[in-house]
């Protein structure tokens, strides 16, 4: 299993936007597939954005789509989740992820995965 390490998130109000980041430890993120997913209070956790392997290929989940974006920097070995026009409906524990398998190409469910972020809260406030 990859390690991964995250940042930002928090407190936000309705309409503004927070900058996620992701890195892996000890490995080279541009080896990877990565997404990130969310998990309300309730529900089951869900992808809402990733990225293939190549860095070619985006996914967006249609309630984030346009709002959400997912971009990779290979310099930095960083994989970013840029949420714009949040919406108190996006209110949920945010974690990026890595496919259970290093040679996924590109992975948009969450069975895919295998080795989660320690996950950060982002509250949007109306």
């Known amino acids: 299993q990859v390690q991964l390490v995250e940042s930002g998130g928090g407190l936000v109000q309705a309409g503004g936007a927070r900058r996620r980041a992701c890195a892996a430890a000890g490995r080279t993120w541009s080896s990877y597939a990565v997404g990130w997913c969310r998990q309300a209070p309730g529900k089951e956790r869900e992808v809402v954005a990733a990225?293939?392997?190549?860095?070619?290929?985006?996914y967006s989940e249609d309630s984030v789509k346009g709002r959400f974006t997912i971009s990779r920097a290979s310099a930095k070995n960083t994989v970013y989740l840029q949420m714009n026009s949040l919406e108190p409906e996006d209110t949920a524990l945010y974690s990026c992820?890595?496919?259970?398998?290093?040679?996924?190409?590109?992975?948009?469910?969450?069975?895919?995965?295998?080795?989660w972020g320690q996950g950060t809260q982002v509250t949007v406030s109306a």
């Open positions: 992820a890595a496919p259970r398998r290093t040679a996924t190409a590109f992975a948009l469910i969450r069975e895919d995965y295998g080795s």
């Open positions: 990225i293939s392997r190549s860095g070619c290929s985006t």
